[in-house]
């Protein structure tokens, strides 16, 4: 469908969405749009494991994920990020359905690199049929980047790198990254639009570091694969640009000449 928006919401931002943001769920389904939600939950993952006392690394940006740490993974964002996310979608008045990337196949994932990540998953399929026959029914599905693997293991999916996927199997009109921060900082600036080739120069330069290479890189993945716009955007603010489109920042390919 042209018409599908996904939206996803990091955990930095997902306990503190502002009634603005789901006041613009409800403009975009009365304008015809079909919005997705992806959600992520790195800070609610790390609190759980802190206080059971497991040790943790990040290894490029990606959680090394073991096999007793997958239970917490999928305990932390299928059992309580996800349901408490989908209630508030619920009493926003909107119709959200929670969903694990694992049910009905969704996601298939084959290790990204088992030696160096654990269970960490690369996305290798989306089943699309689930999504859409949700949309039909005018339900936004809320989906848990949680995949499963030929192998029947589950796999921890950045959640960033699971809406770029997602968008990209289902041909999106726009992928927007709902964070904490207002979109892509340059010397404390808003950039308002930026091309897939100053990005790559930002990360060489270190001015993008950290959380915000995943949404990037799946941004730019996303654009040369089917998705027609990417947006970096604040949850907290969800402001509106113009009557459609939320202000933040825009990411876009560089028209050669
Ligand atoms: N150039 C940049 N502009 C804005 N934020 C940046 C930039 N580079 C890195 N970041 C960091 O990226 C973070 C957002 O990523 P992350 O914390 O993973 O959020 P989420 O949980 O929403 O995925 C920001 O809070 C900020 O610290
Ligand atoms: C492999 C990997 O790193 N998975 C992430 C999944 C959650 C996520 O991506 O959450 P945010 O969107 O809040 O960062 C993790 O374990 O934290």
């Known amino acids: 469908m042209q018409d599908i928006v996904i939206l996803k919401c990091g955990g930095s931002t997902i306990n503190e969405l502002s009634k603005e943001f789901f006041d613009n769920m409800r403009k975009l389904q009365k304008s015809g749009k079909y919005p997705v939600i992806v959600h992520g939950g790195g800070p609610a993952i790390q609190h759980m494991l802190e206080q059971l006392q497991i040790e943790f690394e990040f290894v490029n940006g990606l959680r090394k994920t073991t096999e007793d740490m997958m239970d917490i993974v999928e305990m932390v964002l299928v059992g309580h990020v996800n349901p408490a996310l989908t209630r508030h979608v619920n009493s926003a008045g909107l119709k959200g359905f929670g969903i694990s990337g694992s049910d009905l196949q969704?996601?298939?994932?084959?290790?990204?690199?088992?030696?160096?990540?654990?269970?960490?998953?690369e996305i290798?399929?989306?089943h699309t049929n689930v999504i859409n026959q949700l949309l039909e029914k005018n339900i936004i599905p809320i989906i848990a980047p949680i995949a499963i693997g030929q192998d029947g293991k589950k796999y921890n999916v950045n959640a960033?790198?699971?809406?770029?996927?997602?968008?990209?199997?289902?041909?999106?009109?726009?992928?927007?990254?709902?964070?904490?921060?207002?979109?892509?900082?340059?010397?404390?600036?808003?950039?308002?639009?930026?091309?897939?080739?100053?990005?790559?120069?930002?990360i060489q330069d270190g001015i993008i570091f950290g959380g915000m290479i995943p949404k990037v890189k799946a941004a730019m993945k996303g654009l040369t694969n089917n998705?027609?716009?990417?947006?970096i955007v604040n949850g907290m603010e969800s402001k509106?640009?113009?009557?459609?489109?939320?202000?933040?920042?825009t990411i876009k390919v560089p028209v050669k000449s």
């Open 106 to 121: 969704l996601l298939e994932a084959t290790p990204l690199n088992y030696n160096r990540y654990g269970l960490v998953g």
């Open 160 to 202: 960033d790198t699971a809406a770029g996927a997602i968008a990209s199997a289902l041909g999106a009109e726009q992928l927007i990254f709902v964070t904490d921060v207002p979109g892509i900082l340059k010397d404390e600036q808003l950039l308002e639009e930026v091309t897939t080739d100053e990005v790559e120069m930002m």
């Open 124 to 126: 290798s399929n989306v």
């Open 227 to 231: 998705v027609r716009e990417v947006l």
């Open 240 to 249: 509106l640009k113009n009557k459609q489109n939320l202000a933040g920042t």
